[in-house]
């Protein structure tokens, strides 16, 4: 009998998503018993705002919305996301230049198959969101990766991405916000960039998810609005999830310009139709409403962020950068490495790598964090601060304890 033709070597080499692997993790262990207190997730753990849900309720009394609906998104919805486009990025857009997307994760991977060809090399700011790799090379690109360590908070530079380019380099991933470190670009960082991606007629994927999640008065600048020729080369890619606490909805967008926006909406008319149009009106609801609670978790989460820096600035050995921006905090753990922690066997585990210290901490502290390989270089560790304030102190305690003198 013949041997059973192979699975897809492109599906076979995607790694799994690290993020949600230590989750479902720290979750079976909760529910063995276990008292974990988990930092992995990227979710914010308020309920959705009532209105929100009001609103989808309705939906679901109008027959209107069990029906197949425009594959790129309802009309009011996208009226309601180029508004949103004007109001925080700068930039004016006709909800023609909108698809909205089975959460941000579709938008990501759609903005990849719209620009990278074949061959097509992505320059990647390291640390960077466990997806994005792995959606360049879904897209048949090859990510570049070029890193900025704690000693530039995290931030690239021209003459990085200017060292890293070569003439198959027709992409840049720019993220401000930052999944995973917090970082937010300043508008003279931002401009430099834009500016630079445009000289050289590099197409820009711009994350903006966490643009509305930022403190310390600082403001997240979209690269349209620092360079507004830049737009005729971005995707904008957005969502409800975060800001909103909406990450369950599954309700993303993407926004680029006209041709771009056509092909990607022709993919999804064959990957996915439209999106759930119960959760496309809850979506209206958020971006149109009040926005009275959205800032009331955002000031929890500046809260949270403030809290969570000091007390790990305690431990010695951990360089721990002040994050502006999502709800992420991302310690250097490398004065962690490499020196003997006691067990509660009596023994000791002596870590080199920023996985092996999140498997240590796991296993002595109950702590779940999700380690640096996830996103670039080991010698990271990245925790999320969208947890219970009760519980985000007993973990950071219990590190201090770990890792006491």
Do not use: C
């Not at 041997?3 to 063995?32: F, G, Y």
């Not at 792995?134 to 070029?146: F, H, K, S, W, Y």
């Not at 966490?210 to 349209?224: E, I, M, P, R």
């Not at 969208?386 to 007993?394: I, K």
């Amino acid at each position: 009998m013949t041997e059973r033709a192979p699975l897809s070597r492109k599906l076979s080499a995607i790694a799994e998503s690290a993020t949600l692997k230590v989750d479902a993790k720290a979750k079976a262990l909760k529910a063995e018993g276990k008292p974990i207190i988990s930092y992995a997730a990227g979710e914010p753990d308020f309920a959705t705002p009532q209105f929100v849900v009001d609103a989808a309720a309705e939906a679901l009394t109008d027959p209107a919305n069990y029906r197949y609906t425009p594959a790129a998104g309802l009309p009011a919805l996208r009226e309601a996301i180029a508004a949103k486009t004007l109001r925080d990025s700068g930039l004016e857009v006709s909800p023609s230049q909108v698809i909205v997307t089975n959460g941000g994760k579709q938008s990501v991977y759609q903005a990849f198959q719209t620009v990278v060809n074949p061959g097509d090399e992505v320059l990647l700011p390291a640390p960077y969101w466990t997806t994005y790799p792995e959606a360049i090379r879904l897209a048949d690109g090859t990510p570049v990766e070029v890193f900025a360590g704690a000693d530039q908070d995290y931030k690239v530079t021209v003459e990085q991405l200017e060292a890293a380019r070569t003439e198959r380099t027709t992409v840049l991933v720019f993220v401000s916000p930052s999944n995973p470190t917090g970082s937010v670009y300043t508008a003279a960082e931002t401009k430099a960039i834009a500016e630079w991606a445009v000289e050289h007629g590099i197409w820009i994927i711009s994350d903006e998810i966490y643009q509305n999640l930022t403190y310390d008065g600082v403001q997240a600048t979209s690269v349209v609005a620092a360079v507004p020729e830049a737009a005729n080369q971005t995707i904008l890619v957005n969502g409800v999830a975060k800001t909103y606490a909406m990450t369950g909805w599954r309700v993303g967008w993407m926004v680029g310009p006209a041709d771009a926006v056509k092909i990607a909406g022709n993919l999804q008319s064959h990957l996915t139709s439209n999106v759930n149009n119960v959760a496309q009106r809850g979506a209206i609801a958020a971006l149109n409403g009040p926005q009275d609670e959205a800032e009331k978790m955002r000031q929890a989460f500046d809260r949270r962020r403030r809290l969570i820096v000091s007390e790990l600035s305690k431990i010695d050995g951990l360089v721990v950068p002040n994050p502006h921006g999502a709800f992420y905090v991302y310690p250097d753990v490398q004065g962690l490495l490499g020196r003997t922690w006691p067990t509660k066997d009596g023994g000791g585990v002596t870590p080199t790598t920023s996985l092996e210290l999140a498997d240590l901490i796991l296993e002595q502290a109950e702590v779940a964090v999700v380690p640096g390989e996830a996103f670039g270089p080991s010698g990271y560790i990245r925790m999320s601060y969208a947890l219970g304030d009760d519980q985000l102190l007993e973990g950071v305690q219990r590190l201090q304890r770990l890792f006491a003198s």
